[in-house]
């Protein structure tokens, strides 16, 4: 199985200020038709969780352009500029180019 | 809006079974493959099954092969998760997805004596 490595495992953001995350894969995650299946999402207490950003860089419907993803292969950056307090929460991502599917360990993004 | 609404989860003895479905709407079902993740306690996220859209293929992880069975109906909207020989460790909140881009709310499932 695809093993995905975040770090760092909690985060403390102080209101306004920037934050990034980083996921690792063991092997690249471009599949035979060129895409690259890197989704993250995020789960905030109590609730299910929510794709953020797809294949890498689309961030999806309704997502604040605060958020933005970068990365290819098997190095990958979620960012968050500007953070707001409605941004806590838990931070996976994922990899869909081959089954298993498999999820980072998870960030705990927290309000300094 | 793509609505994904679990049931049948609750609490059952080792070695039980369970029947969970979920009855999706607002998206062409028979179009899509489902898939079925679960969250133990305080835990991650981790992939159980997946159905494709027509039903003709399937997928489980290695820790539920054998005991879990997937299937769906595209005449109800409605895919289902099998859950028989079930271990402690087997307790979770089960979710249902549309290849991540919809979740459920979930529904847990407790193993235990």
């Known amino acids: 199985d695809v093993v995905m490595t975040q770090s760092p495992l909690s985060l403390s953001v102080t209101l306004g200020q920037s934050a990034s995350i980083s996921c690792r894969s063991s092997?690249?995650?471009?599949?035979?038709?060129?895409?690259?299946?890197l989704m993250w999402l995020r789960q905030r207490p109590g609730h299910s969780p929510r794709r953020l950003i797809s294949?890498?860089?689309n961030r999806d419907s309704g997502v604040p352009d605060r958020f933005s993803g970068s990365g290819s292969g098997t190095d990958f950056t979620l960012t968050l500029s500007r953070v707001e307090a409605e941004d806590v929460g838990v931070y996976y991502c994922?990899?869909?180019?081959?089954?298993?599917?498999?999820f980072g360990q998870g960030t705990i993004l927290e309000i300094k | 809006d793509v609505q994904l609404v679990e049931s049948g989860g609750g609490l059952v003895q080792p070695g039980g079974s369970l029947r969970l479905s979920c009855a999706a709407s607002?998206?062409?079902?028979?179009?899509?493959?489902m898939y079925w993740v679960r969250q133990a306690p305080g835990k991650g996220l981790v992939w159980v099954s997946h159905?494709?859209?027509?039903?003709?293929?399937?997928e489980y992880a290695d820790s539920v092969k054998g005991r879990f069975t997937i299937s769906r109906d595209n005449a109800k909207n409605t895919v289902f998760l099998q859950l028989n020989s079930l271990r402690v460790e087997d307790t979770a909140v089960y979710y249902c997805?549309?290849?991540?881009?919809?979740w459920g709310q979930g529904t847990l499932v407790t193993v235990s004596s």
């Open positions: 997805t549309k290849g991540s881009d919809s």
């Open positions: 607002g998206f062409v079902f028979s179009s899509y493959s």
């Open positions: 159905i494709s859209a027509d039903g003709s293929a399937t």
């Open positions: 092997q690249s995650l471009v599949s035979s038709n060129g895409h690259t299946y």
């Open positions: 294949s890498v860089s």
């Open positions: 994922m990899q869909a180019t081959y089954w298993p599917h498999t």
